[in-house]
């Protein structure tokens, strides 16, 4: 098939539910992206924050290669050595969190958190508290729980009835979140750096003040890192830039550079929560996943893609700044944390001719909420890299 072909069939036989772009993918190759019809392209995006290592890298081709050479399956009614290793491995990268849940998204990684605070709040503590609290123009998922957890409205339209328990603070608020706490609350549960919600990251004190209120009202603090984590924000998990302990996080997306994978960390305290077969999975955890993500943050340490994050995401911040600066009219505001960066133009229209016009220009980007160009690029991204998306990006700008 071509991809005129593609295209067209694609709309009879697969739901409706992707707004696509309009490229048929052949292969890629570290940042790059290639066509089918051999258009290359600067992919900023990675899969939404899912590529760290880039397309097509070598050591994790091989790390999967052997992996499926001797055993791909075999359920969690049995132990393998890859799922210990990678539970090890990522506890050690925060000095408080104990336990690991494995599962296969980023949504069924937020399900496991919700579903583990209610059930340590009846089962340890005894108490009825089943509300979760969460932000405004929050995302954690489209499961039930999760959908019914995300402060969108547009994500629940013709859902209803939702799951019931979740109420929605306003962000950067504090006064409002301690408004909607009560005797029943469970958890508080945020993205430090909201991401689908258009790349924003929480005020520090708020987030502090989050935390504080947490430790006085014995409510669970859970942060959703599936965007976040994995060293994009130039640290491993973004609440490490913040100061606080949450009691439980959730990872997906990077984890093993785009085989499907999630995981939920918690303390040893609140893990209790969970029992034998009070949560299951027949896919998490399983050997060639995390063989795969063993690999994942074997490379990131080695190579200081961490470092690199955060040097290359604070050289991006700075060039676009500089570009706002000389382009007020079109860019109202750049902001983000390591290599999540947003960039909010002044409304939808011009958005969209921007993003299509980065997208003629072989640059990938993600538009999200109309008007705020996301930037979630690999970790192995390089400053020239960055540099032609500036310079692409400021002659667009001067024909808009
Ligand atoms: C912060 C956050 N939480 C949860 C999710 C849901 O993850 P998944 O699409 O893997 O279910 C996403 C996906 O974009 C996300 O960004």
């Known amino acids: 098939m071509n991809c005129n072909e593609i295209i067209a069939e694609e709309k009879d036989v697969i739901f409706n539910t992707y707004a696509r772009y309009p490229i048929c993918i052949s292969h890629g190759a570290g940042s790059r992206l290639f066509s089918f019809d051999g258009k290359k392209y600067l992919d900023l995006l990675a899969g939404i924050a899912v590529c760290g290592l880039g397309h097509a890298n070598e050591e994790i081709k091989q790390a999967i290669s052997n992996q499926a050479s001797k055993l791909i399956h075999v359920s969690n009614l049995f132990y393998t050595k890859e799922q210990v290793e990678l539970a090890k491995k990522l506890v050690a990268t925060t000095d408080h969190l ?50 019914s957890a995300t402060g969108q409205e547009r ?45 924003k990251p929480l005020d520090k004190k708020f987030v502090q003040d989050l935390y504080k209120l947490c430790l006085e009202e014995d409510i669970i603090f859970i942060v959703d890192e ?52 009070s949560h299951a999975t027949t896919f998490g955890g399983g050997p060639l996943v995390c063989a795969a993500a063993l690999k994942v943050l074997e490379i990131i340490k080695r190579d200081n893609l961490i470092e690199n994050a955060r040097k290359i995401g604070n050289f991006a911040l700075s060039l676009l700044n500089k570009l706002k600066e000389e382009n007020s009219h079109l860019i109202k505001e750049v902001r983000g944390l390591g290599l999540m960066i947003g960039i909010e133009i002044v409304d939808d229209e011009k958005a969209k001719k921007i993003f299509n016009a980065l997208l003629d220009n072989g640059i990938i980007v993600n538009l999200t909420q109309q008007k705020i160009l996301r930037l979630l690029p690999p970790l192995i991204i390089t400053q020239q890299e960055i540099s032609y998306f500036v310079d692409t990006l400021a002659k667009i700008l001067k024909k808009i």
Not at 116 to 136: D, F, H, P, S, V
């Open 226 to 277: 599936i965007q976040t984590g994995m060293g994009r924000t130039g640290k491993w998990w973004a609440f490490q830039h913040y100061g606080v302990k949450p009691h439980i996080i959730t990872s997906a997306k990077a984890l093993a550079n785009g085989l499907p994978i999630g995981c939920m960390m918690a303390t040893a305290e609140i893990s209790k929560g969970f029992s034998l077969g």
């Open 155 to 199: 994500i629940k339209d013709g859902f209803s009835p939702l799951v019931p328990g979740f109420l929605h603070a306003k962000i950067n608020d504090i006064e409002d979140v301690k408004r909607k706490v009560s005797k029943n609350t469970a958890a508080i549960m945020i993205e430090v750096v909201q991401g689908e919600g258009g790349v």
């Open 98 to 147: 104990k336990k690991v849940f494995f599962c296969n998204s980023g949504a069924e990684a937020n399900e496991a958190a919700i579903k583990l605070a209610r059930r340590y709040m009846q089962k340890i503590k005894n108490q009825e508290r089943y509300e979760i609290i969460t932000l405004e123009e929050s995302f954690h998922g489209r499961t039930y729980a999760t959908m």
